[in-house]
């Protein structure tokens, strides 16, 4: 008998344990039920974070919109978000405001038809742009800047206009970049250990620079290794995609010209200044584009032409140009240049180095005002679509002839988190140095908590990255790497025209108004950043 309680004991407690299993097991599949439903708010919320961030899968590109209602719901986070249709094929490389088409319905005289031409409302598209068929995700920086996929941008014909230049090579499914260019058909390498024999590269004095009419920017591609960022443009004309090209090489480049309207760059923000056989008619105008290079040149800055007329007397041949056309060319931009009060430093073989003046007193020309037309306007960074003219930027004022106008900056990569001059010195007004600290800081902080969010930010999988509302550039510095670089946009409307000081750091950037479509081609940034930009767009 007790051996038959004993079991029967036994079967009870089985089948209460059976009982308690079954019972969590259903609890925790209502649970799970429960939270995947989106009434479970942590949950909820997580997952769309995971959707919102995850970058895990890179061959499998989406081209579809991921933006979210933005709500305190649970339900707001997952309802349905508008779909946009794709737009036509066509539509591939769609540039709004430097629409070939549209470009032809303006002045060719001085370039006009080239410059930024935006569709009326009526005319913007609210389509999705196309990729092109085939396209694949770029290859990694460095291998970027000498390999892109042919799928990304179909185009052949500098392969042939610029075939014993060395610009671009097609080779199976790839286009392949020697470094090559115009005036470099050895390589950018060798060009810029000549520049570098003259202009001190190696040490971090010159940090940022502005290639004008850059081709497929082989100089800009070249001169990162050395720690240098340069702006490169070049307008959207016969030379199919050159700016395409550099772009999807990873190199700083966008859609622009010298034509009829001011450089979207602030006063003073370059160190140097570079044309390659670029076609820009520096003697025309009455000189007025040397002197938009001027504005933004920094004191102490270098401009170097290479190309003709330079050293025309042993060169003309070649170039197929009379000698008394060439000759009449340089004198004029010599002038220009004396003008300007630029010291040359070097002239060797078909390329030639100005120095810009520190300040105003160094030059003794400039003590004769009324040889020098200087520009009435107040504030030489209000640019956007302001036209050009034929005058000298004034620069800060200055105690003695040794100090440098605006204030001395730091080698790079010390000027990164140092206080720019412009702050420093009071040029933007209710911006102190502390508050500049405080912002650093500030970033460093946001990067660092993005970051774990997105474990690919500072990985080098982003190359290209534009922030479209930068402030001093602290989301940049923040992440600042020879991997990436941050095309800092500063919109026009901002309280503060804070470019000038994004620049003294070191870094590079443009003016914009987001109401309009930015000059670039698509599916060119693999990243994008914006800080407050709707609420500085809110009901504009």
Known sequence: MAVKASSVDNRTRSTVSLCIVIGMCCFFYI????????????????????????????????????????????????????????????????????DQNRAMK??????????RHCPPQKEKLHCLIPPPKGYVAPFPWPKSRDYVPFANCPYKSLTVEKAIQNWVQYEGNVFRFPGGGTQFPQGADKYIDQLASVIPIANGTVRTALDTGCGVASWGAYLLKRNVLA?????????????????ERGVPAVIGVLGTIKLPYPSRAFDMAHCSR???????????????????????????????????????????????????????????????????????????????????????????????????????????????????????????????????????PDRLHAVPPRIANGFIPGVSSEAFQKDNKMWKKHVKAYSTVNK???????????????????????????????????????????LGAVYERGLIGIYHDWCE??????????????????????NK
């Open 517 to 538: 479509a930015f000059s670039t081609y698509p599916r060119t940034y693999d990243l994008i950043h914006a800080s407050g930009l709707f609420t500085l767009y809110k």
């Open 106 to 115: 303006f002045p060719r005289e001085n370039m006009n038809y080239r410059e």
């Open 231 to 247: 702006m490169s443009f070049a307008p959207r004309d016969s030379h199919e995609a050159q700016v395409q090209f550099a772009l």
């Open 456 to 498: 690919y930010l500072l990985t080098g999988r982003y190359r290209n990255i534009m922030d479209m509302n930068a402030g001093f550039g602290g989301f940049a510095a923040a992440i600042e790497s020879p991997k990436s670089w941050v095309m800092n946009v500063v919109p026009t409307i901002a309280k503060m025209s804070t």
């Open 31 to 98: 649970l799970g039920a429960w939270q995947k439903s989106g009434f479970g708010k942590g949950d909820s919320i997580a997952l769309e974070i995971t959707k919102r961030t995850d970058c895990t899968v890179l061959p499998n590109l989406s081209f579809d919109t991921h933006h979210s209602k933005a709500g305190s719901s649970s339900s707001d986070l997952v309802s349905p978000v508008k779909k946009f249709k794709p737009c036509p094929d066509r539509y591939t490389d769609y540039t709004p405001c430097q």
């Open 278 to 412: 670029c076609l820009i008619p520096w003697g025309a105008n009455d000189g007025m584009y040397l002197m938009e290079v001027d504005r933004v040149l920094r004191p102490g800055g270098y401009w170097v032409l290479s190309g003709p007329p330079i050293n025309w007397k042993v060169n003309y041949k070649g170039w197929q140009r009379t000698k008394k056309d060439l000759e009449a060319e340089q004198n004029r931009i010599e002038e220009i240049a004396d003008l300007l009060c630029w010291e040359k430093v070097s002239e060797k073989d078909e390329m030639a180095i100005w120095r810009k003046r520190v300040n105003t007193e160094s030059c003794p020309s400039r003590q004769d005002v009324s040889t020098v037309q200087m520009c009435e306007s107040t504030n030489p960074d209000d640019v956007w679509y302001k036209k050009m003219k034929a005058c000298v930027t004034p620069l800060p004022d200055v105690k003695d002839d040794s100090e440098v106008a605006g204030g001395a900056i730091k080698p790079f």
